[in-house]
């Protein structure tokens, strides 16, 4: 069964980091797009990142280049969300997401990904 679990969410101050975690099971994470999304209230959702460790892809969306990373644990098929430089504009609901096919591109377009985790919320204090 194929289950992405997402952790690591919560209230950090202006300026601040925070990792977050997509623990995957069912399948070998490496092997598929694994994509961050995020959705604030009132707005739409919007692709953060994405993944492919075996092909050793990382797409970001130009407003977080350069402050977050996508990595992959191999041994624990986890992904994480390492944010820095985090500011309001940064809070939402965090999603991770994977596609069910090894061979489709990564690109944050949610159209491309089947697999949803239930989101973990980040908050920034200003």
């Known amino acids: 069964q194929v289950q992405l679990v997402e952790s690591g969410g919560d209230l950090v101050q202006f300026g601040g980091s925070l990792r977050l975690s997509c623990a995957v099971s069912?399948?070998?994470?490496?092997?598929?797009?694994i994509a961050w999304f995020r959705q604030a209230p009132g707005k739409e959702r919007e692709g953060v990142s994405c993944v492919n460790s075996n092909r050793g892809i990382n797409e970001y969306r130009d407003s977080v280049k350069g402050r977050f990373i996508t990595s992959t644990d191999n041994a624990l098929n986890t992904v994480y969300l390492q944010m820095s430089s985090l500011n309001p504009e940064d809070a939402a609901v965090y999603y991770c997401?994977?596609?069910?096919?090894?061979?489709?591109?990564?690109?944050?377009?949610?159209?491309?990904?089947?697999?949803w985790g239930q989101g973990t919320q980040v908050t920034v204090s200003s």
């Open positions: 997401a994977a596609a069910d096919n090894t061979n489709r591109d990564c690109r944050l377009n949610d159209h491309e990904f089947f697999y």
């Open positions: 069912g399948f070998r994470a490496r092997y598929y797009p």
